[in-house]
């Protein structure tokens, strides 16, 4: 691929100048004075111009009133679903969150979930399986998205946590959207450019009401697709869906976990060599985790080539590290995880553990997402760091679960506004800080593999350009970039 070609996706969802919405009438135009035409239509062009000027000029605004009466129809609609989804999803994840504590044998039949799991997708799923990479790609090439993926997930993220898989929530709420989004749109006259918005709102909306940050969701859904571009095209659609979901959720009940940073501490050159070691370690952990989840898959695929079995074995593996070393406290979202940062009680062991459980799960090809187990290593390693730097753990706690989230899905916009979504904005400074560096220091590695790379992250890596992250290890230095 060229870059030029990508940066076609650049105008993909540009609605028509005034110079292209002029295009019919000055090929009619054009065609009168052609040699073919009667000479009386050659001799005077001035009124069939004028006409069809006249019929051009009032068609255009009817047809752009039309068009965006659909795509926002599209994007309440995608909203409204989604948040009803998300709502319902923690509330069957609280629940079974609950049962499984209490009953700590159902650990050991996570093996047989992760058959049932390989075999429903291998039989019933065919293309479910790619995720939030197919949703992904449905921005970037209109690959089809089956509806069937969204119930799928849902079923499947449910077993996953009733079972002991340590795995997230976001990732079905964010492709539950990204189905919706994706169906409505082709059910509607809508142009490709319109149903790739629709799809950006989708996102938004998924990830504003599974967390309860719509001014994060809404800029996910402008950044999730592209590595250094945001999809400004789509800013009102995302923000609209992104609250309006979130309002939902909301509406029918839904309880969001809670942290504060508290009072911020005096700045001083100490804490500002604390917070770039701290980013820097963000950054890492964010690679290390995106690289060891898709080690694991490629690892069980190459070394198993049986689905069933390789699923039989790979969670078997979970279950029994999680018995050698008592890591049972490490099953589903862990959120215990987050308090224990926040209050300065977090063990630097638990991020690695954590990374450690929530990789082989999700390359055991178990349902739920990354981004909660993100949010869990980077409190958690940010508490540590300011223990051991005599620093706030509140404050690094606050960073490094934005930011350890933030550079493994390559999204530092997002990083920040998350942070003003569940901190406060005071601490603003220090979000833009540890995005950022987290964001450089991970490189051209993340938990989405169909990210398209638009702008490389640095100069060294500039011939990634227009690549997809899954090719560049099949591709280090392309010819001709």
């Given at each position: 691929m060229e870059p030029n070609e990508h940066d076609l996706h650049q105008s993909q969802t540009t609605p028509p100048t005034s110079t292209e919405?002029?295009?019919?009438?000055?090929?009619?135009?054009?065609?009168s004075n052609s040699p073919r035409q009667p000479a009386e239509l050659q001799s005077d062009p001035a009124p069939l111009k004028s006409a069809a000027v006249q019929q051009a000029v009032p068609a255009r605004p009817a047809a752009t009133l039309k068009s965006l009466l659909l795509m926002y129809t599209a994007v309440l609609l995608t909203a409204v679903l989604t948040g009803i989804f998300s709502h319902y999803l923690l509330a069957g994840?609280?629940?079974?969150?609950?049962?499984?504590?209490s009953h700590g044998w159902l650990l050991y039949l996570l093996p047989l979930l992760g058959v049932v799991?390989?075999?429903?997708?291998?039989?019933?799923?065919?293309?479910?399986?790619?995720?939030?990479?197919?949703?992904?790609?449905?921005?970037?090439?209109?690959?089809?998205?089956?509806?069937?993926?969204?119930?799928?997930?849902?079923?499947?993220?449910?077993?996953s946590h009733l079972f002991g898989a340590s795995v997230g929530r976001e990732g079905s709420a964010v492709q539950i959207g990204g189905v919706v989004a994706n169906k409505l749109a082709r059910l509607l006259p809508l142009s490709k450019d319109v149903r790739k918005i629709v799809v950006h709102a989708g996102i938004s909306a998924g990830f504003a009401s599974i967390f309860g940050t719509p001014l994060a969701g809404?800029?996910?859904?402008?950044?999730?697709?592209?590595?250094?571009?945001?999809e400004r095209k789509a800013l009102i659609?995302?923000?609209?869906?992104?609250?309006?979901?979130?309002?939902?959720?909301?509406?029918?009940?839904?309880?969001?976990?809670?942290?504060?940073?508290?009072q911020l501490p005096q700045v001083s050159g100490q804490l500002l060599l604390a917070v770039v070691i701290a980013a820097v370690a963000f950054g890492l952990f964010g690679r290390a985790f995106a690289a060891l989840t898709h080690f694991f898959k490629a690892f069980y695929k190459k070394t198993?080539?049986?689905?069933?079995?390789?699923?039989?074995?790979?969670?078997?593996?979970?279950?029994?590290?999680?018995?050698?070393?008592?890591?049972?406290?490490?099953?589903?979202?862990?959120?215990?995880?987050?308090?224990?940062?926040?209050?300065?009680?977090?063990?630097?062991?638990?991020?690695?553990?954590?990374l450690l459980f929530t990789s082989l799960s999700l390359g055991a090809g178990f349902q739920g997402g990354e981004v909660t187990p993100l949010f869990d290593i980077g409190s958690t390693l940010g508490s540590g760091i300011a223990q051991l730097l005599g620093?706030?753990?509140?404050?690094?706690?606050?960073?490094?679960?934005?930011?350890?989230?933030?550079?493994?899905?390559?999204?530092?916009?997002?990083?920040?506004?998350?942070?003003?979504?569940?901190?406060?904005?005071?601490?603003?400074?220090?979000?833009?800080?540890?995005?950022f560096i987290s964001y450089y220091v991970s490189g051209h590695e993340g938990i989405y593999t169909s990210q398209l790379i638009v702008h490389p992250k640095t100069v060294r890596l500039q011939h990634h350009a227009g690549l997809r992250l899954s090719e560049i290890s099949h591709q280090k230095k392309p010819e001709g970039r």
């Amino acid at each position: 691929m060229e870059p030029n070609e990508h940066d076609l996706h650049q105008s993909q969802t540009t609605p028509p100048t005034s110079t292209e919405a002029a295009t019919p009438a000055a090929s009619a135009v054009d065609h009168s004075n052609s040699p073919r035409q009667p000479a009386e239509l050659q001799s005077d062009p001035a009124p069939l111009k004028s006409a069809a000027v006249q019929q051009a000029v009032p068609a255009r605004p009817a047809a752009t009133l039309k068009s965006l009466l659909l795509m926002y129809t599209a994007v309440l609609l995608t909203a409204v679903l989604t948040g009803i989804f998300s709502h319902y999803l923690l509330a069957g994840l609280h629940w079974v969150g609950a049962y499984r504590d209490s009953h700590g044998w159902l650990l050991y039949l996570l093996p047989l979930l992760g058959v049932v799991t390989a075999f429903s997708y291998q039989r019933f799923g065919k293309g479910s399986e790619k995720g939030n990479n197919l949703i992904i790609e449905s921005i970037q090439t209109e690959a089809r998205v089956p509806v069937r993926m969204g119930l799928m997930t849902f079923v499947f993220t449910i077993l996953s946590h009733l079972f002991g898989a340590s795995v997230g929530r976001e990732g079905s709420a964010v492709q539950i959207g990204g189905v919706v989004a994706n169906k409505l749109a082709r059910l509607l006259p809508l142009s490709k450019d319109v149903r790739k918005i629709v799809v950006h709102a989708g996102i938004s909306a998924g990830f504003a009401s599974i967390f309860g940050t719509p001014l994060a969701g809404a800029f996910f859904g402008m950044e999730m697709a592209y590595i250094g571009r945001l999809e400004r095209k789509a800013l009102i659609p995302c923000f609209t869906a992104a609250y309006l979901s979130n309002f939902v959720a909301l509406a029918l009940g839904t309880v969001h976990e809670g942290h504060a940073i508290g009072q911020l501490p005096q700045v001083s050159g100490q804490l500002l060599l604390a917070v770039v070691i701290a980013a820097v370690a963000f950054g890492l952990f964010g690679r290390a985790f995106a690289a060891l989840t898709h080690f694991f898959k490629a690892f069980y695929k190459k070394t198993i080539t049986r689905p069933l079995v390789r699923a039989l074995v790979s969670a078997a593996i979970v279950v029994l590290l999680m018995l050698a070393i008592g890591g049972q406290r490490y099953e589903g979202l862990s959120l215990w995880m987050m308090d224990e940062a926040f209050k300065g009680g977090a063990s630097l062991l638990d991020p690695v553990l954590k990374l450690l459980f929530t990789s082989l799960s999700l390359g055991a090809g178990f349902q739920g997402g990354e981004v909660t187990p993100l949010f869990d290593i980077g409190s958690t390693l940010g508490s540590g760091i300011a223990q051991l730097l005599g620093q706030s753990p509140a404050l690094f706690a606050a960073m490094g679960l934005i930011a350890v989230f933030g550079c493994a899905a390559n999204a530092p916009l997002t990083t920040i506004m998350l942070g003003i979504d569940l901190f406060g904005a005071a601490a603003l400074p220090y979000y833009v800080a540890a995005a950022f560096i987290s964001y450089y220091v991970s490189g051209h590695e993340g938990i989405y593999t169909s990210q398209l790379i638009v702008h490389p992250k640095t100069v060294r890596l500039q011939h990634h350009a227009g690549l997809r992250l899954s090719e560049i290890s099949h591709q280090k230095k392309p010819e001709g970039r």
